[in-house]
Nanobody, 124 residues
Framework: QVQLVESGGGLVQAGGSLRLSCAASGRTFSNYAMGWFRQAPGKERESVAAISASGGTKYYADSVNGRFTISRDNAKNTVYLQMNSLKPEDTAVYFC?????????????????WGQGTQVTVAS
């Protein structure tokens, strides 16, 4: 059983930065791609960023490209999301997830394990 635990959310002013972390249990973390997703109140969950198992390939949603950076440390079983130039529309619960594959993808159906989420609130 894989457990994913997100941390690092909080309240920040527009234009500010936050760094989310997602710690994964298990010894096979480095075999799988990881992703970050978010869900705002009253909206469907959307993909934010994805990273391949090796960390060599990264994908971003158009809405965050150039502002957010996904990274991973396979030695620490942790994936990160650095969020800069935050906007009020970035307010959401952010989830990390583990893919069933080693290649990066923003397709949510490719992810089989999900964390409980961490709240990010950006004040205007």
């Amino acid at each position: 059983q894989v457990q994913l635990v997100e941390s690092g959310g909080g309240l920040v002013q527009a234009g500010g930065s936050l760094r989310l972390s997602c710690a994964a249990s298990g010894r096979t973390f480095s075999n799988y791609a990881m992703g970050w997703f978010r869900q705002a109140p009253g909206k469907e969950r959307e993909s934010v960023a994805a990273i391949s198992a090796s960390g060599g390939t990264k994908y971003y949603a158009d809405s965050v490209n150039g502002r957010f950076t996904i990274s991973r440390d396979n030695a620490k079983n942790t994936v990160y999301l650095q969020m800069n130039s935050l906007k009020p529309e970035d307010t959401a619960v952010y989830f990390c997830a583990r893919s069933s594959y080693n290649t990066a993808t923003l397709a949510q159906y490719r992810y089989d394990y999900w964390g409980q989420g961490t709240q990010v609130t950006v004040a205007s």
